[in-house]
């Protein structure tokens, strides 16, 4: 399985951004797909989940609101829709997959997001 990330960038505060994730490879038993973030220095966070069977969503807490996971009309692409950006949420973006059928998760190289104040 191979994910890549795109959509970072550089932004102001309060700008928005959209991260996609497109999954290839044995992706035909994908049990969740999530969005986790990073920053020099501290552990990897998790930020939001799609359950792939039912589309039920799940947020870090005091993210709720602001972003937001979808599914995209092409086979086995997230989003990450980002809202009101504020500078602690700068980092790098990793897309990530759990398989059912090999019972591994699998993670993207990550896209760089910046918010400037």
């Known amino acids: 399985v191979q994910l890549v990330e795109s959509g970072g960038g550089l932004v102001q505060a309060g700008d928005s951004l959209r991260l996609s994730c497109v999954a290839s490879?044995?992706?035909?038993?994908?049990?969740?797909m999530d969005w986790f973030r990073q920053v020099p220095g501290k552990e990897r966070e998790f930020v939001a989940r799609?359950?792939?069977?039912?589309?039920?969503?799940n947020y870090l807490d005091s993210l709720k609101g602001r972003f937001t996971i979808s599914r995209g009309n092409a086979k086995n692409t997230v989003y990450l829709q980002m809202n009101s950006l504020k500078v602690e949420d700068s980092g790098i973006y990793y897309c990530?997959?759990?398989?059912?059928?090999?019972?591994?998760?699998?993670w993207g190289q990550g896209t760089q997001v910046t918010v400037s104040s």
């Open positions: 799609m359950w792939w069977s039912d589309g039920n969503t």
């Open positions: 490879g044995r992706t035909f038993s994908i049990h969740t």
């Open positions: 990530s997959l759990y398989s059912a059928a090999t019972a591994t998760q699998y």
